[in-house]
């Protein structure tokens, strides 16, 4: 059983705040991602890492950061909130090799107003 | 340029037949595919994957098949319960890019009694 962590649940907060989004997983995998979903939307990927210090930009820009100081530990960032970054926030784990699936957590979704 | 496509929004089904849910896409360099569940308010689960070197793949009620000249997948549910309600979205990636997972938008299943 996939055992990956999302807290916040739910958030809402005001225009130019700062706010983490936290991820933890147990599985001991190498590869996390986050991916930013709007409803009736595909997920997009917004960043990923290969394991600890290692960090790259997904295939949709944003203006979020992240961090991988911890195997377990993936946080991702927003320095100053704004309207537009409204949406659905869902981190995943895979082991290193290819050809394996990821065990995704529930997801933040987040509101700023 | 939306490299993977789900061009039904929704299907509604049977309880006891089949569900077929479809999936196109245009990256030929994709050779690992996968289908996933996603319940309101979770996180996507995964159901069932296939590589490009093979055209079906079963497990339980859910079959995949890959037609790879065509670039179309297909997910087969069979029989179909209500606890399949849900939305299912194919997602594809590509050996060597970190596993990185290019999604449909999702097709909305209902399975009626």
């Known amino acids: 059983e996939a055992d990956i962590y999302q807290t916040p649940r739910y958030l809402v907060i005001g225009t130019g705040k700062k706010i983490t989004l936290e991820c933890s997983q147990t599985m001991g995998h190498d590869k996390m991602y986050w991916y930013q979903q709007d409803p009736g939307m595909e997920l997009h990927l917004i960043h990923y890492s290969y394991g600890v210090n290692s960090t790259e930009k997904g295939d949709l820009s944003s203006e979020s950061t992240v961090s991988r100081i911890r195997t377990e530990h993936f946080p991702l960032t927003l320095e100053s909130a704004r309207p537009s970054h409204t949406s659905q926030y869902l981190c995943a784990s895979s082991r290193l090799a290819d050809y394996n699936e990821q065990f995704f957590g529930p997801g933040t979704r987040l509101t700023v107003l | 340029d939306q490299q993977v496509k789900q061009n039904s929004p929704s299907l509604s089904v049977q309880e006891g037949r089949i569900s077929i849910l479809n999936c196109d896409y245009t990256?030929?360099?994709?050779?690992?595919f996968l289908w996933y569940k996603k319940y309101p308010a979770e996180g996507p689960t995964f159901l069932i994957s296939i590589s490009s070197i093979k055209d079906k793949n079963e497990d339980g009620r859910f079959t995949v098949f890959l037609n790879k000249s065509a670039k179309h997948l297909s997910l087969h549910i069979v029989p179909s319960q209500p606890g399949d309600s849900a939305v299912y979205f194919c997602a594809a990636s590509e050996t060597g890019t970190a596993s990185k997972l290019t999604f449909g938008t999702g097709t909305r299943l209902q399975v009626t009694l």
């Open positions: 990256n030929s360099m994709f050779d690992y």
